[in-house]
């Protein structure tokens, strides 16, 4: 499956952004889908996923409360939407897809977008 995503850009802190993944190539609804990000001199980090069924999700404890990841199987994308952002949330985010069954770990994804950059300014 093939992962594109967008939407990141320059924020102030306390602002918010939608970033959108769109998914190409197999059938969407055959795969977990998730957001990670990685900051400079980072190890790449888990930030939300939802479930193939779109009924479940998860967070990371950092994120939890300010951002809602979602899913629209008829366009075959999924979003985040990150509202009351922080200057630690500058990264950038990746979308990825999994079959497997553990949704938090990056080794657990299998296809991987190209990443959007997300700037929060204090």
């Known amino acids: 499956v093939q992962l594109q995503a967008s939407g990141g850009g320059l924020v102030q802190a306390g602002g918010s952004l939608r970033l959108s993944c769109a998914a190409s190539?197999?059938?969407?609804?055959?795969?977990?889908m998730g957001w990670f990000r990685q900051a400079p001199g980072k190890e790449r980090e888990f930030v939300a996923a939802?479930?193939?069924?779109?009924?479940?999700?998860y967070y990371a404890d950092s994120v939890k409360g300010r951002f809602a990841i979602s899913r629209d199987i008829t366009k075959s994308t999924v979003d985040l939407q990150m509202n009351s952002l922080k200057p630690e949330d500058t990264a950038v985010y990746y979308c990825?897809?999994?079959?497997?069954?553990?949704?938090?770990?990056?080794?657990?994804?299998?296809?991987w977008g190209q990443g959007t950059l997300v700037t929060v300014s204090s």
């Open positions: 190539g197999r059938t969407f609804s055959s795969y977990d």
């Open positions: 939802i479930m193939r069924s779109g009924y479940k999700s």
């Open positions: 990825a897809a999994t079959a497997s069954v553990g949704v938090r770990l990056p080794n657990e994804y299998e296809y």
